[in-house]
């Protein structure tokens, strides 16, 4: 168990709708981390934040947006739903800001299906 | 170019076996090398972590960086079947004024007993 925990762990949505995954980084860690995990094209970079602050960005699409709260826990929204957006998200969490240098721990991810 | 390739496999070999995972990437500017294994339906977790050319060795695995041809290999011996996984390479640097790892797509191991 890496400490860092997901909610929900499942989803089942339909396109257009929006969705909120959210994470809570294990204790102590300052940034989190949100990645996409697709067969196609693997596990991909979306968004840290470090502190409540974007600290760098990824792939990420403008219908997606995250952020995070004073108790450092975050939340993923993605809108405007493709089939394509269907998915593994995973949160990850590091001690510092120093990205990609630290090791992170990942949870166990939330698996997006988009009918 | 994709900026990290990795072999998808899938990869099966008896127990015991010698285990090479390799990995190209393209981007002179990555300076820290990681290696992370993913289980079945779980998150990846950090395996390895190199930060320069040559070998680096902890218990059964070895990671192995050739900065000079962009070549990252993990060596696992003694294969056991607890190491069937999906393994990632992952190499990082700075990247738009932040530090990032950018993932290959993973290799996915099976060791059978």
């Known amino acids: 168990d890496s400490g860092v925990t997901q909610t929900p762990k499942h989803l089942i949505t339909a396109t257009g709708q929006r969705v909120t995954l959210r994470c809570s980084p294990r204790?102590?860690?300052?940034?989190v981390y949100w990645y996409q995990q697709s067969l196609d094209q693997g596990l991909q970079f979306l968004i840290q934040?470090?502190?409540?602050?974007?600290?760098a960005k990824g792939n990420i699409l403008e219908r997606f947006s995250a952020q995070q709260f004073p108790d450092l826990h975050s939340e993923l929204n993605l809108s405007s739903l493709e089939l394509g957006d269907s998915a593994l998200y995973f949160c990850?969490?590091?001690?510092?800001?120093?990205?990609?240098?630290?090791?992170?721990?990942f949870g166990p991810g939330t698996r997006l299906l988009v009918l | 170019q994709k900026e990290v390739e990795q072999d998808p496999g899938p990869l099966s070999v008896p127990e015991g076996a010698i285990v090479s995972l390799n990995c190209t990437y393209s981007?002179?500017?990555?300076?820290?090398f990681m290696w992370y294994r993913q289980y079945s339906r779980k998150g990846p977790e950090l395996l390895m972590y190199?930060?320069?050319?040559g070998n680096k060795e902890d218990g059964r695995f070895t990671a192995q960086v050739d900065k000079s041809s962009k070549y990252i290999s993990l060596f696992i011996r003694d294969s056991q079947p607890s190491d069937s996984a999906t393994y990632l390479c992952?190499?990082?640097?700075?990247?738009?004024?932040?530090?990032?790892?950018?993932f290959g797509k993973g290799t996915k191991l099976t060791v059978n007993p």
């Open positions: 990850a969490s590091s001690v510092g800001l120093a990205g990609g240098s630290e090791t992170q721990y």
């Open positions: 204790s102590g860690d300052l940034s």
């Open positions: 934040y470090y502190n409540g602050e974007e600290r």
């Open positions: 981007n002179s500017a990555f300076q820290y």
């Open positions: 190199t930060y320069s050319s």
């Open positions: 992952a190499p990082g640097g700075p990247q738009g004024g932040s530090e990032k790892l950018v």
